[in-house]
């Protein structure tokens, strides 16, 4: 059995595979992903609501961790492979994907409110994260003096998950300030119906937790597997593949997120997930990648996927300034705009990158 599960993952059993068994696989594999995120999410957010966390800081930190690790997942077992290109472009692709497709999207459906109270600390670290991740390329491009050269080195990887834990401990300590939010334990919940059903014992969703994360380290595997040889078979530049096809694999469970939490009435979970799945795809899943041995950046990434990255997050910081309770319809406009720009620009000159 152990020895079929290596020959499974091994780079010869995608080599020996044929296209149309390749994209299968990439199928299968996203469908791991997100069922297993799914599970993951569900599990993780009954526990928290044990312990009394609000419903916001729930989206910013436990929904964000969960539907981030299928990018984590990802990106790590990217860099540990020598993919430096998907595991980078992953991180960076999620971002773009979370708040220009996602957010602008769900806000054009709905006025999303606007808690000033996490947007103005956690909103202003969404875009300090990524303001770091620029600022650590720009200077490892003066310090080398060579675009072609530019690395994330494995300290800066550390470094970012340190802050990632600094991040967890902030919004703990802000969610006890944030107290008025925050619910009473219940030993029930409440199903689509408002029926009443008995809440699982905490060995159960213990049980529900790990299953969804072998899930997604399963299916992460068998993406990248699948998504390296179809780069291989084509020629495509991987970091190509990475910002488009699986960064937007692995950030379908925040989309499965969002549109559910609108369907459920909870939009404040919505704006809670993708402002924290923003600073964990830059400190969590950027951050592991680069602790596994560091990143190479590319000549793109520089002129064209962080300058978006950049240009969504700064786009939805002013939006934020903005007055009112709620975000208006029309600010979701420019943000898919974004998108299809960024999208567009990918197309067309990610193909002639270098």
């Not at 919004?171 to 219940?186: A, G, N």
Request: hydrophobic residues 55%.
């Amino acid at each position: 059995m152990l020895a079929s599960l290596i020959e499974l993952y091994s780079p010869s059993f995608f080599e020996a595979r044929g296209d149309f068994a390749l994209w299968s696989i990439g199928v299968v594999a996203i469908v791991c992903l997100v069922f297993g995120a799914d599970r993951v999410v569900s599990s993780a957010a009954k526990l928290a609501a044990e312990l009394g966390l609000s419903k916001v800081i729930i989206g910013a930190t436990v929904v964000s961790l969960g539907t981030t690790l299928p990018e984590a997942c990802v990106s790590v077992m990217a860099s540990f492979q020598g993919e430096p290109d998907l595991a980078l472009g992953n991180g960076v692709g999620s971002v773009i994907f979370d708040t220009a497709l996602i957010f602008g999207l769900c806000c054009c459906i709905c006025r999303l409110p606007k808690d000033k109270f996490v947007l103005n600390r956690h909103g202003w670290l969404q875009l300090g994260s990524g303001a770091l991740l620029v600022a650590v390329v720009l200077i490892s491009w003066a310090w080398v003096g060579d675009i072609q050269s530019v690395r994330i080195p494995r300290f800066v990887g550390i470094f970012f998950l340190l802050l990632l834990a600094f991040y967890l401990y902030l919004s703990v300590r802000w969610s006890r300030k944030h107290s008025e939010l925050i619910p009473d334990k219940v030993s029930e919940v409440t199903d689509g119906q408002g029926e009443s059903v008995r809440q699982r014992p905490a060995w159960v969703l213990l049980a529900f937790l790990a299953g969804g994360i072998v899930l997604i380290v399963g299916g992460s595997e068998l993406l990248i597997g699948s998504v390296t040889q179809i780069c291989e078979n084509y020629g495509v530049p991987k970091e190509l593949i990475a910002v488009t096809v699986v960064a937007f694999g692995t950030s379908l469970p925040e989309l499965v997120t969002a549109i559910a939490s609108l369907l459920k009435g909870h939009a404040d979970l919505l704006v809670g997930n993708i402002i924290g799945a923003d600073i964990l795809n830059v400190l969590f899943v950027i951050g592991a990648s680069a602790s596994a041995g560091g990143l190479a950046v590319k000549p793109s990434f520089l002129w064209l996927y962080l300058p978006m990255m950049m240009l969504v997050l700064i786009q939805l910081r002013l939006f934020i300034f903005m007055p009112g309770k709620r975000f208006s319809r029309w600010q979701g406009v420019p943000l898919l705009a974004s998108y299809v720009l960024f999208y567009v620009l990918t197309i067309k000159y990610g193909l002639v990158s270098n």
